[in-house]
C-alpha cells in the first residue's frame, strides 16, 4: 500500500492500518476576543459542516477574527453613537459618576445584545 495519497485535494498519510489527513494547523498569529470564541461555539454546535469546511480549507482562525475584529469595532462605534444620543458627557462623569457608570453600563448590555444577534449569534 501507498505511503502517501491525494484525494479530493487533500493530502492522506498512512498510519498502521488506515489512512489520516495530513492537516497543517495555518501559519501565523490571530487575536480572537470574546466575541470571536462566542462565535465559534455557536458555528461548531449549528453549523458543523461550515465548520468543517473552514476547518479544511485552513481558514478557520482567519475567519474568527475577522467575526470578532468586526464585533469589537461595531460594539465601539455603538457605544459613542449611543452615548452621544442620550446625552452622557464626560460632564456627567466628572459631576456624578455613578449616574454615568449606571448609564454606560446600560448602554453596554444594549450594544452587546445587539452585536450578538447581528454577528455573533447569525448563520452569515
Request: proline residues 2%; without cysteine.
Amino acid at each position: 500500500m501507498k505511503e502517501k495519497i491525494i484525494e479530493n485535494g487533500i493530502e492522506y498519510v498512512k498510519s498502521g492500518d488506515y489512512y489520516i489527513p495530513n492537516l497543517k494547523a495555518p501559519e501565523g498569529t490571530y487575536n480572537i476576543g470574546r466575541y470571536g470564541k462566542l462565535h465559534s461555539i455557536f458555528i461548531k454546535e449549528n453549523r458543523p459542516a461550515f465548520y468543517s469546511m473552514k476547518m479544511l480549507n485552513g481558514t478557520w482562525l482567519a475567519y474568527l477574527e475577522e467575526i470578532d475584529t468586526t464585533a469589537k469595532e461595531m460594539v465601539d462605534r455603538l457605544i459613542k453613537d449611543m452615548a452621544v444620543e442620550q446625552g452622557i458627557t464626560e460632564e456627567l462623569k466628572a459631576t456624578n459618576q455613578m449616574k454615568w457608570i449606571g448609564l454606560m453600563n446600560n448602554i453596554k448590555h444594549s450594544v452587546e445584545e445587539i452585536v450578538f444577534g447581528d454577528i455573533v449569534y447569525s448563520r452569515r
